[in-house]
């Protein structure tokens, strides 16, 4: 009769520390997941020796890393954060779990992306931010060149039907014509509408597709202005105050570039402001808030009018239902990155498996796709 004795491990006690302050768990959280008690999972981060494989594997998997991670032999480098911009309070300013993950899952995408077209070809796309240098500080003429840069005219945003449509379009247009990679994903809306990362190649902006369309339309807007002053930032666009002159700025930028002034048709009734900003595909806020900037309106109509808009809000039900992996690997990654790596798998620059990984989708999928 065999009796089978428990496997341990002995790792490196510095991985495991890393993966824990990566995934952003504090000691008591990780030992009651792993079911153990403080002290003892604290011994593990200290000396990294006898460790069940059981229990390894839990925390693996509650940090969302492979096993094969925890038995490298040098720490791996941190994930660097984007610069935060929220008006947060000290204790509500430490990223969540879910916001950390986000920013892992980024990285890794954009290391993918690098590796994939190479340095000089990101350097590439990104000519037209030397060239606008010149124009930045008059926001009428920039605002000119940004759109013959990325192709779309007001007159065809005023023709666009839906803002979903706005906002595929949008976001397809940033990739296509500036080179900049779009990701969305489902974030606390309390805790970030979107990022961006300028501090490796290539760049990306990320929505929170927990938001509206109008609102990842504006942070598609409100990010590529902390791009162009070469800025990586996480932010609540939402809660800017003028105090905050980076995103106050970011603010206007975005909001003057998507209902430019000669645009902005004079008014005080609310229905009138809804249809207008429905016709830009922005938010009234923006629309009232652009009325206010160009004094077409008081602050005391502003105020009045912005808690009346305040007062319709209706909390959306998050829809519910099946949707397929492809369909949600395309959303989150879009057109772009996702194109890009099934074009590599097809020509044999990358693995199936690795195509796999970062498209979050099995080997029979891509092999359909392709």
């Known amino acids: 009769m065999y009796i089978l004795s428990r496997v341990e491990l002995n790792i490196n006690p510095q991985i495991l520390r ?29 000396e990294g020796k006898n460790i069940p494989l059981g229990k390894l594997k839990i925390t693996a998997n509650s940090y969302k890393r492979q096993l094969a991670v925890f038995l490298l032999p040098a720490v791996p480098d941190k994930t660097v954060k984007p610069k935060d911009y929220r008006n947060l309070s ?31 070809y990101w350097k590439g796309r990104y000519e037209w931010l030397e060239s606008i240098k010149s124009e930045i500080k008059d926001s009428s003429s920039f605002n000119d060149t940004l759109r013959e840069l990325i192709d779309i005219k007001i007159d065809d945003q005023l023709n666009w039907h839906t803002d979903s449509e706005a906002y595929r379009i949008w976001r397809h247009a940033i990739e296509d014509r500036l080179g900049i990679l779009v990701f969305q994903f ?3 809306m309390e805790e970030a509408h979107g990022f961006c990362i300028t501090d490796r190649l290539p760049y990306a902006i990320v929505t929170n597709s927990n938001h509206s369309y109008t609102g990842r339309i504006f942070t598609i807007f409100h990010e590529l202005a902390h791009i162009i002053r070469h ?8 809660k800017a105050t003028e105090i905050q002159k980076e995103e106050w700025e970011c603010n206007l930028f975005a909001g003057n570039f998507l209902a430019p002034d000669n645009v902005i048709e004079q008014t005080n009734d609310i229905k009138m402001i809804a249809q207008y900003a429905s016709k830009l595909k922005v938010s009234r806020e923006v629309y009232l808030r652009r009325l206010k900037e160009e004094k077409k309106i008081s602050d005391m109509n502003f105020y009045n009018l912005l808690d009346q808009i305040k007062a319709t809000y209706k909390k959306e039900k998050k829809k519910s239902g099946f949707v397929k992996p492809v369909v949600k690997s395309r959303a989150t990654r879009g057109e772009t990155f996702f194109n890009m790596v099934l074009e590599a798998a097809y020509h044999n620059q990358i693995s199936y498996t690795k195509a796999s990984n970062a498209l979050d989708l099995n080997v029979a999928s891509l092999l359909h796709e392709v």
């Open 18 to 46: 890393w993966a824990r302050e990566e995934a952003g768990f504090d000691l008591i959280e990780i030992s009651e997941k792993v079911d153990i008690a403080t002290d003892r999972y604290k011994l593990w981060e200290k």
């Open 90 to 120: 000290p204790t509500d300013s430490k990223f969540s779990k879910k916001i950390l993950e986000v920013i892992r899952d980024v990285t890794y995408f954009t290391e993918t992306a690098l590796e994939l077209q190479g340095e000089s």
């Open 186 to 188: 489902p974030m606390p």
């Open 231 to 238: 800025q990586s930032g996480i932010c609540l666009y939402e």
